[in-house]
């Protein structure tokens, strides 16, 4: 079983829809968890920590269940340029390198 | 400086050649991470440098791979006698990585290089 799994998608909506991801990891002594997002041909670039109580950064918001071992990635109200890669991110064990996920592929159309 | 710098930004190499990667992290950061991203593929873990702790290298695919970390700056990712299999893009990243901090957990990628081999 891969460490961190994700749908690849591609999910297709048009502008203005929410738009969920979901991943789940396989190391249930992971600690840590974050969004990354990496456009075409770019380096990945951090969208936002993934917190127990869930969290919120403007349109997007992040949910994490431990008992599943699962983490989610809402986006409200997507725009055109939220058109990228998706990828979810664990850690686990302090000290150690970041687990990354292949990604969700979004496209977002007007 | 501002970002994390990689050099060289791209590298065609013939097979069998010896190739050397450059990162130079953001000043401060202790920790240093190398991974290569194939085609299409996931972001796969090379080798993370802390501090002056020895390098985790659990993620090297062989040992025609090896990195240092000069002075608790520069790093190079030295790739050895290279395979077409090597061909992927290069990415450093480093952190201000603070124990129990989660808030300095998030890592800063260089662009990358993307290697070539033919």
């Known amino acids: 079983r891969k460490e961190v799994e994700q749908d690849p998608g591609p999910f297709n909506v048009p502008e203005g829809a929410t738009v969920a991801f979901n991943c789940t990891y396989s190391n249930s002594a992971s600690q840590s968890f974050f969004w990354y997002r990496q456009d075409c041909r770019k380096e990945p670039k951090l969208l936002m920590s993934?917190?127990?109580s869930g969290n919120e950064d403007g349109r997007f918001t992040a949910q994490l269940n431990r008992a599943s071992q699962y983490i989610s990635l809402l986006i409200r109200d997507s725009k055109l340029s939220d058109s990228a890669t998706y990828l979810c991110v664990v850690n686990t064990q302090a000290g150690t390198a970041l687990i990354f996920g292949k990604g969700t592929t979004l496209s977002v159309s007007s | 400086g501002a970002g994390v710098s990689q050099s060289p930004s791209n590298k065609v190499t013939e097979k069998g050649k010896d190739v050397e990667l450059r990162c130079d992290p953001i000043s401060g950061h202790t920790a240093l991470y190398w991974y290569r991203q194939s085609l299409g593929q996931g972001l796969e873990f090379l080798i993370y440098f802390q501090g002056n702790s020895a390098p985790d290298k659990s993620g090297l695919p062989s040992d025609r791979f090896s990195a240092e970390r000069t002075g608790g700056s520069v790093s190079t990712l030295t790739i050895q006698r290279t395979q077409q299999e090597d061909s992927a893009v290069y990415l450093c990243?480093?952190?201000?990585?603070?124990?129990?901090?989660?808030?300095?957990?998030?890592?800063?990628f260089g662009s990358g290089t993307r290697l070539t081999v033919v």
């Open positions: 990243a480093s952190s201000l990585y603070t124990s129990g901090d989660r808030a300095n957990y998030g890592y800063t």
């Open positions: 993934v917190y127990s």
